[in-house]
């Protein structure tokens, strides 16, 4: 699935109805609120940072969701900014880090994503994380 947003405030609540839309008969509701959020975050700071419109891919199989989110800005930022204890903003890849399974972003773009991995069992060693072998 695809979609593109306008470079605007209304982008990312845009984006949250696209995906229960997409996705949410398919996924657990605790599923569809991770990637609600995550996706939220990401298009916010695509309409922060970014300069176009914003394009939203996604897609999901039995082992994960996998949220795509690109802009035509000039990158992240990699800077430490000094703020004070009250400012609320730029938690947001930190929100993404810590509730996605995994998460990045392409070298030297905006092209930033993550992934939900999804509960269940995982058949073959290649699709068990830690290698062993699956409980019957």
């Known amino acids: 699935m695809s979609s593109s947003f306008p470079h605007d405030a209304t982008s990312a609540g845009t984006a949250r109805r696209a995906l229960a839309e997409w996705f949410g008969s398919h996924l657990q509701e605790r ?6 959020l995550l996706t939220s975050e990401l298009v916010t700071n695509a309409v922060r940072h970014g300069k176009s419109d914003i394009t939203v891919r996604a897609s999901l199989d039995d082992d994960r969701l996998l949220i795509e ?3 035509e800005g000039e990158g992240l930022e990699q800077m430490i900014r000094e703020c004070n204890f009250e400012h609320v903003q730029g938690w947001g890849l930190k929100i993404v880090d810590s509730q996605s399974s995994r998460w990045g972003a392409h070298e030297g773009t ?5 992934e939900l991995e999804r509960r269940g069992p995982r058949l073959g060693a290649d699709k068990n994380p830690a290698g062993e072998p699956n409980e019957q």
């Open 69 to 71: 989110v690109t802009d």
């Open 31 to 36: 599923e569809l609120e991770t990637a609600t």
């Open 110 to 114: 905006t092209h930033v994503w993550f």
